[in-house]
């Protein structure tokens, strides 16, 4: 009986081997092959003992070769292993991690989403003969080892809501969260809130979340990964993976793949190797805190040592969170860090993970610190050290000129301002008490000559006095566009009956919006830049920080060359001080010019320095978005990293109270949408505009429906909430106006 | 005409097609038509075949489609368009286009940037008082502030009172609307605000701006217009006289025009008639040297029962009436002015060639609008078919219409529905009503609509009013 359990258990293990491998490495599994089927055909006419001594050998060889193989494993092998429905599962983890468990939510199937699983659990602890149980609440996506309904570990926005939900409750109740990702991506549909919408709330949040937060990364991909991955300490199992895009989506976008056509398996590998997605590689970039060691070939549910050494790690990286934060515990603190090698022993000693006070605000500093350092010199900086140390000194100095002129000047000049009006009316009263009767007379003698005719006359037919702007649509910037003597078709031509339009006219006059059906054409980003800022307002800084190739990925410094070439730009964001109607502020612009506006190093610092510039200043800090394709793949988690890195300074600049716009012209996707951008309680879209978690075809790719006419449409996200206006192009700047004089928090300049 | 070398491509169908089309040949430039599947029977095509051929005509979908008319003029090596009146006849855009194309062309109209400074009323109100040209009394820019909106309002009601008004009226429009649309009256201050801030939301929803324009509704007042003419230096323009056209449809609609404007020598005005003629003249040149005109155009005034004259508008093209005032106008003498022939000849850069004291005035003209409607029912129209178009020819009448007489026509019911137009010219004032009932007792103009009942037209509303023009 038993022998035949090993049996079945043994295929099971090597359909696992032959299946990561896929295809590789078929000697040693021809081997394994054999032996197992040698074996089921002779075991009849073997004894016991027999039977066991040649299981046991099988097995011993089944462990040689596992041990063998471990050693040549390349990134895509890692990427079957997380995949494979045989690996450890979040249940797994529950059942073997901790001491006991309850599903909050959800059995099976019936569940808002299957595939975001919750739980309260408990680690508990006995110490000196007394037991303590600690409650964590734990978040991951859930696989079921391939269960349909488990939609493969991808969440759609209500799973993540839920998730944000009980982060929520685990802050209320002043326990740890531990969160387990196992994702491949979030699921790309735009139902209320809509993927990206989501996940960037629950970045929001997550950057403010007064408990420690403990993430392992299994299989982290991209944004779902993001969606519960901003954490105080990062573990990754070291089969795992964590990357900015799957590596047939990057196989896909290199190879410049149409609709339907499959990249090859050589170049998937490829991408998977230069992507830097495996826990070694994310260690060395510095974006996990430490790896958890998985047996040969990867943890399955039957590798208990493997639980134990994770409930170690996990144990210590949340003591070690609790202790960073208090006033006095020197030497536990010390033990606990990820750093120190050697036996933890959590049971040696107790640490009460509750944080209160004092202790949260250091957890969010040191959360804010820790994601600050991320991606630090992976672009290039020319700026030198002299430079660096004047802005951060001018920077220190404008915080303080701000504070006294503001908040320690400012508000008592309030007062005084109103005290003198109260003081003036009160006067007036009083006076107009004594002088009343005389001029009542003296109005009565008058009131004969009050007003000729001649001079109301005068005043309705004399030229008044008027000013207008920008009248007979002339503009500050004419795109190249209008110079061209051709016929420019609006796409709703056939359903509108718009008539073709003259390109001088349309890219001129009238801004690129058809004047038959107010379609919006794109606009060069320059025509923001020059129409909606007050002339002469806009002054660049940190041009000098420039887009580089951190992964040294295949073919793309001639790539970022050409593109550098091409706009004449260092980066794809833009950075300025500027002025709207005399308020001033400081704005980022990512340009779709550049690369499709995607977000890397480069682009991600300029829009953080760019955030602090804004809060040092106690002005109000526009992004204006005139494309965004996502995070800059080839940058790997260089870039997904500045998800959670710029929505915290976004976070800390809206906490002390700014005013965060975010403007969406042409296109915006992906990444920057579902975190830094969609975090704005300020949105709006330009019309005609797409915002969206991912572009259409991406969605038919990953999960199969027809995507619906105008499925990113401004209008769209509109409904949806996601933005909170759709604009006109050519009214963009009095709308911008309008937001800044009655939008935002306490904290500005002009307040 | 020194430089015939062009070729004028006529970018309008019917009457104004024609007349086009017998300029150019008057000038000797050669021409080409467009026309469209409904047209196919009209007379401009066949004034067109007759005379150019089969190469002198383009079909096309539509008269107001751009791309098509400028790839007819590529097509046919045209080097000027004329725009007629109506379609792209005051569009600046379309001027615009045409002379800044890589294959620039000459427009038949005032430059792009005349008409676009004057087809903005607002700034044609602003242009007029800067020059101290009377206008309505009211804002000359919008407002978008309610509290000065209501001052505006208040100080016009008491103005009207202090007048004597019988029924002071405010009008309050939406300053980015037109064509009636986004307009309303307000008889009561107290009603203003309501009004006001109805007018302002529909602005917002419609047109975005919720600037508003506030004036003072005139009711009683006749109609005028000033011709003025001024070849491409812009620098001397002169007037081919007045023209009253007070007689309209309910839709406010012309449907007899008489030049002069008034007549003083036969009819009581209770002010000085001569002299508001005078003034709108003059006030209309001045305007017109200011903006450097450099093409013909129209000046609408308004004059108001005690003679007061407001300018209106500028329409920066030819108009229907533009052959009444020829009838009366005289250069050096001489009979036969051809004021499309003018505009063609200055259009294409000629010099004017004469000055205002060489145009003299003679006699008056009335010019009939002929048309297939139902006076007695609001003027609708009525579709059918013409079976028999006939009238007495006469020296002192010029009749200009596409209705073929020797043919069945199918009335096309896309297009403005005049069928033609009745210019009759008389020594003075009696002797053109005169012939006026005499031509339109000969006028047969008869068919069945499309019901089948007999074709209604207003030559008995025309009669009707035959009597009462000039009259203010």
């Given at each position: 009986?038993?022998?035949?359990k090993?049996l ?7 359909t696992y ?6 295809g ?7 081997i394994l ?6 074996f ?10 027999e ?5 046991t ?11 063998r193989?471990?050693?040549?494993l390349?990134?895509?092998?890692k ?29 099976k ?13 408990y ?6 003969g ?11 996506q ?5 269960e ?6 991808s969440?759609?926005p209500?799973g ?6 009980y982060?929520?409750?685990a802050?209320t109740?002043?326990?740890p ?38 993430a392992?990364?299994?299989?982290g ?12 300490r990062?573990?990754?199992l070291s ?13 896909a976008?290199?190879?410049r793949?149409?609709?339907g056509?499959?990249a090859t ?10 992507l ?14 430490k790896?958890v ?10 590798h ?9 790690e996990?144990i210590r990286?949340t ?19 990820p ?10 000693f107790?640490?009460?993970w509750?944080v209160n ?11 804010h610190?820790k ?19 004047r802005q951060g000194?001018?920077?220190v100095v ?9 908040d ?7 007062r005084?301002?109103?005290a003198?009006?109260e003081?003036?009316?009160e006067?007036?009263?009083l006076f107009?008490g004594?002088t009343?009767?005389?001029?009542k007379?003296l109005c ?9 005719p001649?001079?109301?006359e ?8 008027w ?10 910037y ?13 796409p ?5 009956g718009?008539?073709?339009?003259w390109?001088?006219?349309l890219?001129g ?9 107010g379609?919006h054409?794109?606009m060069?980003?320059?025509w ?6 007050d002339p002469?307002?806009?002054v660049?800084?940190n041009?000098?920080i420039e887009?580089?190739n951190?992964l040294?990925f295949?073919n793309?410094?001639q790539r ?7 706009t004449?730009l260092?980066s794809?964001?833009?950075?300025v ?6 308020t001033?502020?400081v704005a980022?612009?990512?340009i ?12 991600g610092?300029?829009?953080?320095l760019a ?15 005139h494309g ?7 940058e ?5 990293i500045?998800?959670p ?6 976070r ?12 969406y012209?042409?296109n ?15 949105q709006?879209a330009?019309r005609s505009s ?5 572009g259409?075809g991406?969605?038919?790719e ?9 499925y990113?449409g401004?209008f769209?996200a509109?409904?949806?909430g996601h933005?909170q206006?759709?604009?006109?192009r ?6 911008l ?7 935002g928090?306490?904290?500005?300049y002009?307040? | ?5 062009h070729?004028v491509l006529?970018a309008n169908?019917g009457?104004?097609a024609?007349r086009i ?9 050669d021409?080409v ?11 401009h095509?066949?004034?067109a075949?007759?005379?150019?051929g089969?190469?002198?005509l383009y079909r096309?979908?539509?008269?107001h489609?751009?791309?098509?008319i400028?790839?007819?003029?590529d ?6 368009i ?18 800044q194309?890589?294959?620039?062309l000459?427009?038949?109209g005032?430059s ?5 400074e004057?087809?903005?009323?607002i ?15 009211g804002?000359?820019?919008p ?6 909106a ?10 009207q009172?202090?007048?004597g008004?019988e029924?002071?009226?405010v009008?309050i ?6 064509g ?13 605000r309501s009004?006001y801030?109805r007018i ?21 007042f ?10 491409r230096s812009?620098?001397n323009?002169?007037?081919?006289g ?7 449809s ?5 449907r ?5 404007g ?5 009819l009581?005005?209770?002010f000085d008639a ?9 006030h209309?040149?001045?305007?017109a040297r200011?903006?450097?005109y ?6 609408e ?22 052959g ?14 051809n004021?499309i ?5 200055i259009g294409?850069g000629?010099?004017l060639?004469?000055?205002q004291e ?8 009335i010019e009939?609008r002929?048309i ?10 009525s ?11 006469e020296p ?7 209705v073929?007489?020797?043919?069945a ?5 896309e297009?403005?529905p005049?069928l033609?137009l009745?210019?009759?010219w ?9 012939r006026?009932?005499d ?10 609509d499309s019901?089948?009942a007999?074709?209604k ?15 203010f």
């Amino acid at each position: 009986m038993d022998i035949e359990k090993k049996l079945s258990f043994l295929k099971e293990r090597l359909t696992y081997i032959c299946d990561i491998f896929a295809g590789n490495h078929q000697e040693h599994i021809r081997i394994l092959e054999h032996k197992v089927e040698e074996f089921s055909q002779r075991r009849e006419s073997l004894d016991l003992q027999e039977r066991i001594e040649a299981i046991t050998a099988i097995e011993e060889l089944f462990d040689f070769t596992e041990r063998r193989l471990e050693e040549d494993l390349s990134s895509m092998d890692k990427v079957r292993i997380v995949r494979h429905p045989q690996r450890i599962c979040l249940r797994d983890i529950l059942e073997n991690v901790y001491d006991n468990y309850t599903e909050i939510g959800g059995q099976k199937n019936k569940s808002i989403d299957p595939s975001m699983l919750i739980a309260r659990a408990y680690v508990t602890r006995r110490h000196r003969g007394k037991t303590h149980h600690q409650s964590v609440m734990v978040i991951g996506q859930e696989k079921g080892h391939g269960e349909d309904f488990r939609n493969g570990g991808s969440v759609k926005p209500w799973g993540n809501a839920r998730a944000l939900q009980y982060m929520k409750v685990a802050e209320t109740e002043n326990i740890p969260i531990h969160t387990y990702i196992f994702t491949p991506g979030a699921y790309p549909v735009e139902d209320y809130p809509g993927a990206a919408q989501q996940i960037a709330r629950n970045l929001y949040e997550m950057a403010a979340l007064k408990v420690p937060v403990i993430a392992v990364f299994s299989e982290g991909g991209s944004g779902g990964a993001e969606a519960i991955g901003l954490a105080d300490r990062r573990l990754m199992l070291s089969h795992g993976y964590y990357s900015v895009i799957s590596p047939e989506g990057a196989a896909a976008i290199e190879g410049r793949l149409r609709r339907g056509e499959r990249a090859t398996p050589e170049l998937i590998a490829r991408c998977a190797e230069q992507l830097k997605i495996t826990a070694q590689d994310n260690l060395r970039l510095g974006y996990i805190d430490k790896i958890v060691e998985e047996p040969p070939l990867g943890a399955r549910p039957y590798h208990y040592e493997f639980f134990r050494n994770l409930r170690r790690e996990v144990i210590r990286a949340t003591d070690d969170v609790v202790l960073s934060t208090r006033a006095f515990a020197p030497l536990r603190a010390r033990a606990a860090r990820p750093d120190k090698s050697g036996e933890y022993d959590a049971e040696k000693f107790v640490v009460r993970w509750e944080v209160n006070g004092g202790a949260a605000e250091k957890l969010l500093l040191l959360r804010h610190e820790k994601f600050n350092k991320y991606s630090r010199g992976k672009c290039i900086d020319p700026r030198s050290v002299f430079k660096r140390m004047r802005q951060g000194v001018s920077g220190v100095v404008t915080d303080a000129y701000n504070t006294v002129k503001h908040d320690i000047l400012g508000k008592p000049k309030k007062r005084i301002v109103s005290a003198v009006e109260e003081v003036e009316a009160e006067t007036r009263v009083l006076f107009d008490g004594i002088t009343g009767p005389f001029r009542k007379a003296l109005c009565a003698l008058g009131s004969k000559s009050s007003k000729a005719p001649a001079a109301t006359e005068e005043a309705l037919t004399a030229l008044s006095d008027w000013e207008d702007g920008q009248r007979n649509g002339s503009w500050n910037y004419i795109s190249p566009r209008a110079k061209e003597d051709r016929a420019v078709t609006c796409p709703n031509a056939k359903k509108q009956g718009c008539m073709d339009m003259w390109a001088p006219d349309l890219y001129g006059e009238f801004a690129g919006v058809c004047s038959n059906c107010g379609h919006h054409f794109p606009m060069e980003y320059k025509w923001f830049l020059w129409n909606v800022f007050d002339p002469n307002s806009v002054v660049e800084f940190n041009q000098e920080i420039e887009a580089g190739n951190p992964l040294e990925f295949e073919n793309f410094d001639q790539r970022l060359i050409q593109a550098k070439e091409k706009t004449g730009l260092k980066s794809g964001c833009m950075t300025v001080d500027a002025a709207i109607q005399g308020t001033k502020l400081v704005a980022a612009i990512l340009i779709a010019d550049f690369r499709g506006g995607s977000v890397g190093v480069a682009e991600g610092e300029k829009f953080l320095l760019a955030v602090e510039r804004a809060q040092k200043k106690r002005q109000p800090f526009l992004a204006y978005v005139h494309g965004t394709a996502g995070i800059r793949i080839q940058e790997g988690t260089n870039g997904v990293i500045q998800m959670p890195r710029c929505t915290m300074a976004v976070r800390r600049y809206l906490d002390a109270g700014g005013l965060y716009l975010v403007v969406y012209d042409t296109n915006s996707y992906a990444g920057p949408v579902a975190s830094f951008l969609g975090c704005s309680p300020y949105q709006f879209a330009i019309r005609s505009s797409n915002v969206g978690f991912a572009g259409p075809g991406v969605i038919k790719e990953t999960t199969g429906i027809d995507v619906p006419p105008n499925y990113q449409g401004a209008f769209k996200a509109l409904s949806r909430g996601h933005i909170q206006g759709v604009w006109d192009r050519r009214e963009l700047r009095e709308n911008l106006n309008q937001a800044l004089m009655t939008m935002g928090g306490r904290n500005l300049y002009y307040r | 005409m020194q430089n015939s070398s062009h070729k004028v491509l006529v970018a309008n169908r019917g009457e104004i097609a024609i007349r086009i089309v017998q300029a150019c040949r008057m000038l000797g430039l050669d021409f080409v038509c467009v026309y469209t599947a409904e047209d196919e029977q009209s007379g401009h095509v066949r004034l067109a075949k007759e005379t150019g051929g089969e190469k002198s005509l383009y079909r096309v979908s539509s008269y107001h489609d751009a791309n098509e008319i400028l790839a007819v003029a590529d097509a046919a090596q045209a080097t000027a368009i004329h725009p007629g009146y109506g379609f792209f006849a005051e569009d600046f855009r379309f001027a615009r286009r045409v002379t800044q194309r890589e294959r620039g062309l000459i427009f038949i109209g005032p430059s792009w940037r005349v008409i676009r400074e004057l087809g903005d009323k607002i700034n044609t109100k602003r242009l007029a008082r800067s020059l101290g040209v009377p206008t309505v009394p009211g804002s000359d820019k919008p407002i978008y502030d309610e509290m000065e909106a209501e001052e505006v309002a208040r100080s016009l009601f008491e103005f009207q009172k202090q007048c004597g008004t019988e029924q002071p009226t405010v009008l309050i429009k939406a300053s980015a609307g037109g064509g009636g649309m986004g307009i309303e009256e307000v008889y009561d201050i107290d009603l203003f605000r309501s009004v006001y801030r109805r007018i302002r939301n529909y602005a917002l929803r419609q047109f975005k701006d919720e600037g508003v324009l506030i004036e003072q509704r005139i009711r009683d007042f006749n109609h005028l217009e000033v011709q003025i003419v001024s070849d491409r230096s812009g620098q001397n323009p002169v007037h081919f006289g007045t023209r009253n056209c007070s007689i309209q449809s309910t839709g406010l609609q012309k449907r007899v025009e008489v030049a002069p404007g008034f007549d003083p020598s036969s009819l009581p005005y209770s002010f000085d008639a001569a002299q508001v003629l005078t003034d709108i003249t003059e006030h209309s040149l001045a305007l017109a040297r200011e903006v450097r005109y450099d093409n013909v155009g129209t000046w609408e005034w308004i004059v108001a029962r005690n003679g007061r004259p407001f300018l209106m508008e500028v329409n920066t093209r030819i108009q229907v009436e533009n052959g009444v005032s020829a009838a009366i106008a005289r250069i050096r003498g001489k009979r036969g002015v051809n004021l499309i022939a003018e505009q063609i000849r200055i259009g294409l850069g000629e010099p004017l060639g004469y000055t205002q004291e060489d145009i003299t005035f003679e006699g008056l003209g009335i010019e009939y609008r002929i048309i297939a409607e139902d006076p007695t029912n609001r003027f609708t129209p009525s579709s059918g078919r013409i079976e028999r178009f006939s009238w007495k020819e006469e020296p002192w009448l010029s009749m200009h219409t596409h209705v073929p007489t020797d043919a069945a026509y199918d009335i096309p019911t896309e297009f403005d529905p005049n069928l033609a137009l009745g210019i009759v010219w008389g020594e003075n004032l009696s002797q053109a009503q005169e012939r006026g009932m005499d031509f339109l007792d000969h006028l047969t103009l008869d068919g069945v609509d499309s019901a089948g009942a007999p074709l209604k037209t207003n030559v008995g509303f025309l009669r009707e009013k035959t009597a009462r023009i000039l009259q203010f």
